[in-house]
Every structure is written in structure tokens, then in C-alpha cells.
T-cell receptor, first 116, second 108 residues
């Protein structure tokens, strides 16, 4: 079946611009996660949705970052006034039930964001 | 900060067992040990997880010490396609904290 998909696969933008990154989770998965990964490092947690609501947004670095999941499936990560330090691979993952530690997270291929 | 410590890199000969260690001396009683791996330019992939008991699936085995302060991931017959970065994570929730992991190179 279809896995987690993310679009675009690559995004190049200029400093100060606004970007949106999209994640399509596996159908039926209620939990959705966003991570970002800088070169040579492990993924860094950003935000976790259970259904439509953000259950944990403690990883968002500042108020330029915002994410939504209005209908409980597709999610959009929004970054305002991008900075060069935002350049990274943004990963999305989904799992059947976020509160069940026995559920594995299924990761998408990521969106590579480059801020010039 | 990640709550685990892993060697930065390891080599393994193709066909041999790869044993990847992980220290998690501050693990809490309700925290699970998870292993994921990331092949170059792909998203992380789940391998296995456990709480107290050793676990085995089609990909690997997970050996957790009795005091739960360390664990070992075993790939019984490593292939070239197992070359990846392997992450050990301890968590009771799903907002994983990934460390830098172990870069495993399987050599022909």
C-alpha cells in the first residue's frame, strides 16, 4: 500500500520568504509527526498531531514555525520569514495510534529545504 | 539531548552478525527501547522495539540487559543493503529524541 508521501521533494527559497511543506500520511493513521534533520545529525522532533489537534508542539523552534492538520489526515508545515538556518530535511511520519508505544512510526522520504 | 549513547561507526563483514550496542543508563521503568535505521537519502525505518524482554522479528533481534541500562541490536546475517545509520531511542512517548546513531558499514 501507499506509504507516507511528502511534497515537494526539494524546495529552494530565498531568505525571508514563506514556505509550506505538505505531508500525506498513511490512510487511517491518526497520529502524525514532523521532524527536521540537519546534515550529519539525527532527526529532531518538531510537533505531533493526534487527529486534528497538536498534542505536543514543544519541538517547534520559534513562532515562525506552524503546522496544521485541519481534517485529521494531510498536514502542512508552514515556515514564515525563512532563515538560512532553517535549511534541513523535513521529515513526516505517521502511526496508527500515537499514544500506543507499540506502534511504529512510518516515515516519509522528506522534503529538502534550502534557504539561500 | 538524546538519552542514549552509541558508537559513531562500526564495520561488519557481509554474511556475519552485526552487533550494535546502545547505552541508556538513565532509562525509566515505563520507557521502551526502539531501534530505527536510515539508509542514505531515505526516511528512518522501524526495526524493532522492546520494554524488558528480548525481542526478535524478521529483521533483527533486540537483547536488553536485565537492569535495562543497555541493549544490543543484532542483525544475524548482515548484507550490503544493511549499510545505514542505526538509531537507538528510549521513550515512553512517540516524540522521539534521535541521537547521532551508529553508522554501520557492511563490507563485501
Amino acid at each position: 500500500g501507499a506509504g507516507v508521501s511528502q511534497t515537494p521533494s526539494n524546495k529552494v527559497t530565498e531568505k525571508g520568504k514563506y514556505v509550506e511543506l505538505r505531508c500525506d500520511p498513511i490512510s487511517g493513521h491518526t497520529a502524525l509527526y514532523w521532524y527536521r534533520q540537519s546534515l550529519g545529525q539525527g532527526p529532531e522532533f518538531l510537533i505531533y498531531f493526534q487527529g486534528t489537534g497538536a498534542a505536543d508542539d514543544s519541538g517547534l523552534p520559534n513562532d515562525r514555525f506552524f503546522a496544521v492538520r485541519p481534517e485529521g489526515s494531510v498536514s502542512t508545515l508552514k515556515i514564515q520569514r525563512t532563515e538560512r538556518g532553517d535549511s534541513a530535511v523535513y521529515l513526516c511520519a505517521s502511526s496508527p495510534q500515537g499514544l500506543n508505544p507499540n506502534n511504529e512510526q512510518f516515515f516519509g522520504p522528506g522534503t529538502r529545504l534550502t534557504v539561500l | 539531548d538524546a538519552k542514549t549513547t552509541q558508537p559513531p561507526s562500526m564495520d561488519c563483514a557481509e554474511g556475519r552478525a552485526a552487533n550494535l550496542p546502545c547505552n541508556h543508563s538513565t532509562i525509566s521503568g515505563n520507557e521502551y527501547v526502539y531501534w530505527y535505521r536510515q539508509i542514505h537519502s531515505q526516511g528512518p525505518q522501524y526495526i524493532i522495539h522492546g520494554l524488558k524482554n528480548n525481542e526478535t522479528n524478521e529483521m533483527a533481534s533486540l537483547i536488553i540487559t536485565e537492569d535495562r541500562k543497555s541493549s544490543t541490536l543484532i542483525l544475524p546475517h548482515a548484507t550490503l543493503r544493511d549499510t545505514a545509520v542505526y538509531y537507538c531511542i528510549v521513550s515512553r512517548e512517540q516524540n522521539f529524541v534521535f541521537g547521532p546513531g551508529t553508522r554501520l558499514s557492511v563490507l563485501p
